[in-house]
């Protein structure tokens, strides 16, 4: 029996996502008549599949995924097939929800660099929050506990995790686009993301601290350089025989009150 002929018999052993893709392996033999050193890779890989052992797979808890879920939920009202990219030392990791023929529905994929079949894969995550690790982390117990420590420093914050990944990278983590607004950069992603994924409040705030971080740079700055007529680079004013308990200082448009000091 050959190879491709063993891969027929396999079909139904296989996962659907697995089979979708043995049934075009298939088909191009069928149409052609022979498969490339690459295709006849797949085949005996997807046979192993099925013959070898299965070991029981490994369960880690990185804590709840419902604030994670209700990310992608949210999204789906607005994409097809939203994804999530953070950064593990400076290389992309991208989570996305697994569809209805996956092999766990509903779980959440932990990808890496590349494209199917040859993308790296770093295991699933189901909605409670057990990560399951692909066996090729079994050899870079050093990867996987990284990989371990970003998963539930996500699982836990976010929004927190993604705006350290636009801040970081300069790209959105949810559109991998970059980053040119002012704004959005302070974010850690852009607004249109933001509504996509549920999180305009947390946007608005984060432009809310840029600005007032600002407004504070800017009173700072003015009563540095003009403390040779009583404002001093502590935000503060002396003054003899004063009897105003504060000052206001408008630069433009900017207006701030601060403490007086007699």
């Known amino acids: 029996m050959t190879n491709v002929e063993q891969l027929k018999q396999n079909l139904g052993k296989l996962s659907p996502r697995d ?12 149409r052609y008549g022979s ?26 808890a990185v804590g709840s995924m419902k604030g994670v879920i209700a990310l992608f939920d949210h999204a789906k009202k607005h994409l097809k097939h939203p994804k999530i990219t953070l950064s593990l030392n400076g290389s992309p990791v991208t989570l996305a929800i697994a569809g209805a023929q996956a092999k766990a529905p509903g779980s959440i994929n932990v990808m890496g660099e590349g494209k199917f079949p040859n993308r790296e894969w770093f295991g699933r995550i189901s909605p409670e929050g057990e990560w399951s690790p692909s066996r090729a982390l079994d050899s870079d117990a050093t990867k996987r506990d990284a990989l371990l420590a970003l998963l539930t420093e996500f699982a836990n914050n976010p929004a927190d995790v993604a705006k350290k990944f636009g801040i970081l990278t300069g790209n959105c983590s949810f559109c991998m686009r970059p980053l040119s607004d002012d704004r959005s950069v302070a974010a850690g992603f852009g607004p249109i993301c933001a509504d ?42 002396r003054a003899p025989n004063a009897t105003l308990n504060s000052w206001s200082l408008s630069i433009g448009t900017k207006v701030a009150t601060l403490p007086m000091t007699i």
């Open 19 to 30: 089979r979708d893709f043995a049934n075009s392996l298939l088909d191009g033999f069928s």
């Open 35 to 60: 498969l490339t050193p690459k295709q006849l890779f797949w085949v005996d890989k997807l046979n192993a599949r099925v013959n070898a052992p299965q070991p029981a797979a490994v369960k880690i």
């Open 196 to 237: 996509h994924y549920g999180l305009t409040e947390e946007w608005k705030s984060a432009v809310h601290n840029q600005k007032q971080a600002e407004l504070t740079e800017t009173v700072n700055a003015a009563a540095t350089a003009t403390n040779t007529n009583g404002f001093f680079g502590d935000g503060t004013w």
